[in-house]
């Protein structure tokens, strides 16, 4: 093993390095970046809030709800108006705002059915209309004459 142990007794590399101002600069260029970097997290941090705000009064304005219950909603909700929503769901009756019910989903049979229903209905307007429909329904001789009778055309 060698005992070369002269360059950590040797600062001639450091003054060498001063002279040159690399160093000087090299730390000048580094508080820059620390400088530029602080800034733009802080622009970052002040638009993340403006998100927030406008996502929470555009949630709030669509429901009607007063803008000062805001304040109230906690910073670790999600920043997306589902979430925001649900919590408002959830905690909006302690500032007396009604919980959204979700409209049910009428399915296509359904809505299918009540179409039919609405059309055999309609037809039938006038009291000759049901004598009429009550001649063609004793009258009947099958099934399909029935169908057609209810759907109002061939099925």
Known sequence: MSNNNEWYEDDDFLEEEDQTGGLTNLRKAD??????????ETELEGLRNFQRQSVVSSVLNERGVNPKI??????DIAND?????????????VFGVQ?????????QENL???????AA?????????VNDM???LNN???ADELMEMIYGTDS
């Open 31 to 40: 508080r820059a970046k620390s400088k530029r970097i602080k800034e733009l």
């Open 70 to 75: 805001a304040t109230f909603i906690p910073s």
């Open 81 to 93: 108006s589902e979430s925001i929503g649900k919590w408002l769901d959830e905690y909006g009756e």
């Open 99 to 107: 919980a959204q019910v979700q409209q049910p989903m009428v399915d």
């Open 112 to 118: 299918n059915r009540l179409r039919q229903i609405d």
């Open 121 to 129: 209905t309609g037809s039938a307007l006038s009291p000759d209309d």
């Open 134 to 136: 009550f001649s063609r």
């Open 140 to 142: 009947a001789q099958s």
